[in-house]
């Protein structure tokens, strides 16, 4: 069964938590560092757990849970113990013994949280959701097919070195998104137009990011035509020195975050 809109939701928050931790080093004396870790690696469990279980449709039966709750429903509903139960018990106590008392954490116990309830949010969503939690992105938010058949084909250009394909179906599914919003009539996959950032500022893009993937882009202009031929005009941006990794993993990631915040834009 898909995953539900607000079960991803957090899946993909706890995983935000957890990659801007989790190759972080923690030096034994940073005792501030690694109590930031704690509580962030905790929030971000409790975030995995309370989707997955939403999805199992076995949340808590009462109004405010917290994350040792999720295991108990978890395991009366089905009628076994989730995955690595007695490693968060241990991690529940050592947050609140630290958000209540004010007791850090043992250094040499807890350095490398961010990864281990990484690894184990990984196998609940596999074992659960049969979903690879690593694999997980925003791109599992965009609601037209095509969008999301064209970024999947423009990730596996990039894959196979083919970076002007990359930018290439990137751009055909930037103009399928303005296309279906009446909002956004007027705007060009590939027009990088200082006017057309400053509209989208609003709908939480960040503006010079959304120039940058217009400049990198070819030209769709032909509207309302089942077939579109990208068009490579600029001059600066569309010279083949261009069509690069670096390129192509910025538009890959940045037309994500355009695409999934501009579909809903009224």
């Not at 690694?34 to 509580?39: D, E, H, V, Y």
């Not at 290439?168 to 956004?184: D, G, Q, R, Y």
């Not at 509207?223 to 579109?228: F, I, L, P, R, Y």
């Amino acid at each position: 069964m898909p995953l539900k809109p607000e079960v991803l939701d957090r899946l993909l928050l706890s995983k935000s938590f957890l990659e801007k931790i989790r190759f972080q080093p923690v030096a034994a004396h940073d005792r501030h560092t690694l109590a930031t870790n704690i509580i962030a690696a905790h929030d971000a469990a409790e975030l995995a757990i309370a989707g997955i279980c939403d999805q199992l449709g076995c949340l808590p039966q009462r109004g405010i849970s917290y994350l040792m709750d999720y295991f108990e429903s978890y395991k009366s509903t089905r009628g076994t113990d989730l995955h690595a139960r007695d490693y968060f018990r241990n991690l529940n106590s050592a947050r609140n013994l630290l958000k209540h008392q004010g007791l850090f954490p043992d250094a040499r116990q807890w350095s490398h949280v961010s990864e281990t309830v990484f690894q184990h949010i990984a196998k609940w969503c596999w074992d659960d959701l049969t979903e690879s939690f690593a694999e997980l992105d925003e791109s599992a938010l965009l609601l037209d097919n095509n969008v999301k058949r064209l970024y999947d084909e423009a990730k596996q250009s990039a894959l196979q070195g083919d970076y002007k394909g990359t930018l290439e179906k990137l751009a055909l599914a930037l103009s399928i998104v303005f296309e279906k919003n009446v909002a956004l009539r007027g705007f060009e996959a590939g027009n990088a137009s200082t006017e057309d950032a400053i509209r989208v500022v609003g709908f939480g893009i960040h503006g010079n990011d959304f120039l940058a993937l217009q400049q990198f882009l070819p030209r769709v202009s032909r509207w309302g035509e089942d077939t579109k031929t990208p068009q490579w005009k600029q001059s600066a941006f569309g010279h083949p020195g261009n069509w690069r990794d670096r390129s192509a993993e910025f538009c890959l990631r940045t037309f994500v975050d355009v695409a999934v915040k501009l579909q809903g834009a009224q």
